[in-house]
Each structure stands twice: as C-alpha cells, then as structure tokens.
C-alpha cells in the first residue's frame, strides 16, 4: 500500500470516528465500539509515522530537503494527536485508551 493510500485511509478513520461520535453515544457497547476503533486508528497512524519518518531517514540524502520533511511529518504528527485528544474528550470513560500519543518518535 502506498503512503498517499496509507494517509487516505487515516484519515477516512478520524472521519468514521468522528461520524461515530455524533450519532447516540447512549449505550455501552457503542462507547467500547468507538474505543476499540480509537485505538485501532491510532496504533495504524503511529505505524504509517514510524515507517514513513523511517523512509525519509532511510532515503532522503540531501540534508536540507530531509530536515524539512521531518519537520512537515512532525507537523503531521501533531495534528493527528491534537485531533485524537479531541475525540477522546468527547467519549466517556477514555481512561482506557493509552497516553502513546504525546511520545516523541
């Protein structure tokens, strides 16, 4: 899969998350449903961040252009978190769901 399909598909979770959120969050097994996906979503974002930073590091010779896509990446990076923390304020019971988020790569 390549990485624009990997970030498509990141970003079509956050949307379907979302979604959930706004529908009846009234019963438990929808708020486990949505805490599974959450952590789902998230453990596939910090792969495709790893592996992507990876290849960046692994690829890129020029210094410069490298640093400067990390820096985009770890831009990236944050943004998802921030949207991530967002969400997870708005579930109850979140206590579950890990803190990995803020951890520097």
Do not use: C, G
């Not at 790893?50 to 692994?58: G, V, Y």
């Amino acid at each position: 899969m390549s990485e624009e399909n990997k970030w498509k598909e990141v970003s079509k979770d956050i949307s379907d998350i979302s979604n959930k959120i706004k529908d009846n969050l009234v019963d438990d097994e929808n708020i486990n449903d949505l805490k599974e996906t959450l952590n789902s979503a998230k453990n596939s974002i910090k792969t495709n961040f790893t592996d992507l930073l990876s290849a960046i590091e692994a690829t890129v010779q020029d210094e410069q252009i490298k640093n400067e896509s990390l820096e985009v990446i770890k831009k990236m990076k944050n943004e998802f978190y921030n949207s991530i923390e967002s969400i997870k304020k708005r579930i109850p019971d979140t206590k579950n769901i890990d803190s990995h988020l803020t951890e520097e790569e």
